[in-house]
C-alpha cells in the first residue's frame, strides 16, 4: 500500500498532480485548495489514500490515488468517505471547500449549512455526515493530540480545553464556551466528548 510519494511535481491542475518518484509519474487527485498550495514545480511529498474499486459486471479493478499536504487532512478524508453516500469524489469537494481544521469545527459543531454549500451534498447527506462523524471527530483529539495537564491531573474540562484548541479555537473563546457548557450542566457533569460537542455547538 501506498502511504505517500516523495518527488518532483511535474504537473499540477485544481483537480490532479503529476508526482514522479524514481522515473515513474504517479497521477494524484487532488483538491483545489491543495493545488493553491503546492508549488509551480520542483520537490514535493503529498500523503497518499490508495483506493481499488472493481466493478461488478466486467470484474475490472481502478485503482486511483488521492493526495493530501497533511497527514490529518488524509485523515478526515478517510472518515468522511465511511459515510453512506459519500464518495472519494465527494469527499475531496468537501476538503476543498474548507480547511481540515474548519471542516471538522463544523461537523463537531452541526453545522450542517458548511456542508450544504458543497456540490452533491444535500440535507440528508449533511445531516448524515454530521450525526455518524461528530461524535468520533471529538474522540480524535483526545486519543491523538490531548497533552496532559500537569498539576491537577487529567480533568474532563482540561482534557476538553485541549481538544478544543488543538482543533484551532481560540483559549479564550474556548475557555468562556466550556465554562459556560459547565455552568448549565452542574451537578451533571458531560463526559468529554459531550463537553467539546456541546462547546462546539454553543460558539
Known amino acids: 500500500m501506498i502511504d505517500s510519494l516523495r518527488g518532483e511535481l511535474v504537473e499540477r491542475s485544481p483537480d490532479h498532480a503529476v508526482v514522479e ?11 483545489a485548495d491543495t493545488y493553491s498550495r503546492l ?7 503529498l500523503h497518499v489514500h490508495y483506493a481499488v474499486s472493481v466493478d461488478v459486471r466486467s470484474g475490472q479493478s481502478e485503482h486511483k490515488l488521492y493526495g493530501f499536504l497533511d497527514a490529518e487532512e488524509r485523515h478526515l478524508f478517510r472518515q468522511l468517505i465511511t459515510v453512506q453516500g459519500v464518495s472519494s469524489t465527494i469527499g475531496l469537494a468537501i476538503l476543498g471547500a474548507r480547511r481540515a481544521a474548519d471542516l471538522r469545527l463544523a461537523i463537531m459543531g452541526g453545522d450542517e449549512t458548511a456542508l450544504k454549500a458543497v456540490k452533491g451534498i444535500g440535507p440528508k447527506l449533511a445531516q448524515r455526515i454530521v450525526q455518524e462523524l461528530g461524535g468520533k471527530l471529538a474522540a480524535d483529539p483526545i ?6 495537564v500537569h498539576g491537577g491531573g ?7 480545553l485541549s481538544a478544543l484548541i488543538s482543533l484551532g479555537l481560540d483559549r479564550t473563546k474556548a475557555e468562556r464556551g466550556l465554562q459556560r457548557v ?10 468529554v466528548e459531550e463537553l467539546i460537542r456541546l462547546t462546539l455547538k454553543n460558539n
Open 39 to 45: 508549488p509551480g514545480k520542483g520537490a514535493c511529498r
Open 21 to 31: 518518484c524514481g522515473g515513474v509519474g504517479y497521477l494524484v487527485y487532488i483538491t
Open 143 to 148: 486519543e491523538k493530540r490531548a497533552r496532559p
Open 154 to 160: 487529567n480533568t474532563v474540562k482540561a482534557e476538553a
Open 182 to 191: 459547565l455552568d448549565e450542566h452542574t451537578g451533571d457533569l458531560p463526559g
